[in-house]
């Protein structure tokens, strides 16, 4: 799919292209320079509380603009960096920019950051969580993980001990495209998540009448209170879904409804953050349902 994915970010590669080894191989070789260049940057998309109604916190997503083609969908090109190596360094840079972006807003927002199922399986992860916030001088529990079902694909007990880790470090954990992947309901419950992010897939079309999806949100909902999780629903684009998503007792929101991922210095100004501080206008989103 090119542009029109609506994920925000132009696709130059369709699947097909992709599924041929030369341009997986081209794209290997730019991802390189991009790499040593560092050509990449970091989008925040606002995650707001549904009781509320204010911008609790932003998950990073990563931008490549490609000298040629454009902006690369992070859809496209992480998959090719974890196959060729090239994921544990783009997932440091972006653990460490976040933190470092994160710093300048006001206290109580969160950074959520995407995870790599390859990075989670390296023992050296809580060393790079904790010289990040070392680093950016934020506090534990202003960073979240977001890690998907992936990371329990090749079940070992390696995976147990990141998770304790990584708690023992202090930062949030969330289950991303939750629903999504080999659903198991056995990993929540051993896994400590702080939070379930419900897949934007339940939330298309939850709204329209008679739809199956509300019920699956409302159950995912029901066994995260239960378990003491917060849920966020991910894809959120009209207010329709909002009211719903609300009722059903979800804790978060995030979607273009909202706002679209946004460069850091944007968020700042959503955040009514000017010159360090933050204005009395701040943190309250203009889309009040
Ligand atoms: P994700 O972590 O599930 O991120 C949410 C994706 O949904 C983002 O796409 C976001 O732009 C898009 N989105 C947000 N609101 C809406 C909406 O209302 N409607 C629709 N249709 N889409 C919405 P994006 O930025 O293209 O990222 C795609 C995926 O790439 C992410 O899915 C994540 O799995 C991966 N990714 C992005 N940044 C990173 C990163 O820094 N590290 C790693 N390992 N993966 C990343
Ligand atoms: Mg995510
Ligand atoms: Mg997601
Ligand atoms: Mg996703």
Same mark, same amino acid.
């Given at each position: 799919?090119?542009?029109?994915?609506?994920?925000?970010?132009?696709?130059?590669?369709?699947?097909?292209?992709?599924?041929?080894?030369?341009?997986?191989?081209?794209?290997?070789?730019?991802?390189?320079?991009?790499?040593?260049?560092?050509?990449?940057?970091?989008?925040?998309?606002?995650?707001?509380?549904?009781?509320?109604?204010?911008?609790?916190?932003?998950?990073?997503?990563?931008?490549?603009?490609?000298?040629?083609?454009?902006?690369?969908?992070?859809?496209?090109?992480?998959?090719?960096?974890?196959?060729?190596?090239?994921?544990?360094?783009?997932?440091?840079?972006?653990?460490?920019?976040?933190?470092?972006?994160?710093?300048?807003?006001?206290?109580?927002?969160?950074?959520?950051?995407?995870? $790599?199922? %390859? @990075?989670?399986?390296?023992?050296?992860? +809580?060393?790079?969580?904790?010289? /990040?916030?070392? #680093?950016? &001088?934020?506090?534990?529990?202003?960073?979240?993980?977001?890690?998907?079902?992936?990371?329990?694909?090749?079940?070992?007990?390696?995976?147990?001990?990141?998770?304790?880790?990584?708690?023992?470090?202090?930062?949030?954990?969330?289950?991303?495209?939750?629903?999504?992947?080999?659903?198991?309901?056995?990993?929540?419950?051993?896994?400590?998540?702080?939070?379930?992010?419900?897949?934007?897939?339940?939330?298309?079309?939850?709204?329209?009448?008679?739809?199956?999806?509300?019920?699956?949100?409302?159950?995912?909902?029901?066994?995260?209170?239960?378990?003491?999780?917060?849920?966020?629903?991910?894809?959120?684009?009209?207010?329709?879904?909002?009211?719903?998503?609300?009722?059903?007792?979800? $804790?978060? %929101? @995030?979607?273009?409804?909202?706002?679209? +991922?946004?460069?850091?210095?944007? /968020?700042?100004? #959503?955040? &009514?953050?000017?010159?360090?501080?933050?204005?009395?206008?701040?943190?309250?989103?203009?889309?009040?349902?």
């Amino acid at each position: 799919a090119a542009k029109g994915d609506g994920r925000g970010v132009h696709r130059f590669f369709s699947d097909e292209m992709l599924a041929g080894a030369r341009t997986r191989k081209l794209l290997e070789d730019d991802l390189r320079v991009a790499v040593a260049e560092g050509a990449f940057h970091l989008c925040y998309q606002p995650v707001v509380s549904t009781k509320t109604v204010r911008i609790v916190g932003y998950e990073a997503l990563i931008r490549w603009n490609h000298p040629t083609r454009g902006m690369v969908s992070p859809a496209d090109f992480i998959p090719v960096a974890e196959e060729c190596g090239l994921i544990e360094a783009i997932g440091e840079w972006v653990l460490r920019t976040a933190c470092i972006e994160a710093a300048r807003w006001p206290d109580g927002i969160r950074v959520a950051v995407n995870v $790599s199922p %390859i @990075q989670f399986a390296n023992p050296v992860l +809580p060393a790079i969580v904790t010289s /990040a916030l070392a #680093q950016s &001088g934020i506090a534990p529990r202003r960073l979240e993980l977001e890690i998907t079902e992936g990371v329990f694909l090749d079940e070992t007990r390696s995976s147990e001990q990141m998770f304790k880790a990584l708690k023992g470090v202090g930062v949030r954990l969330a289950l991303d495209d939750f629903g999504t992947g080999y659903s198991s309901l056995g990993y929540l419950r051993n896994a400590p998540f702080d939070k379930i992010k419900i897949d934007q897939s339940f939330v298309k079309g939850a709204a329209e009448p008679g739809n199956r999806n509300a019920a699956i949100i409302k159950a995912i909902v029901t066994l995260a209170d239960t378990l003491g999780m917060e849920t966020t629903a991910e894809g959120v684009e009209v207010q329709d879904e909002i009211d719903l998503l609300r009722d059903l007792g979800c $804790s978060h %929101i @995030q979607g273009y409804v909202y706002g679209r +991922p946004v460069r850091a210095e944007e /968020a700042m100004r #959503q955040l &009514g953050v000017e010159n360090g501080t933050a204005t009395a206008s701040g943190f309250k989103v203009s889309r009040a349902p």
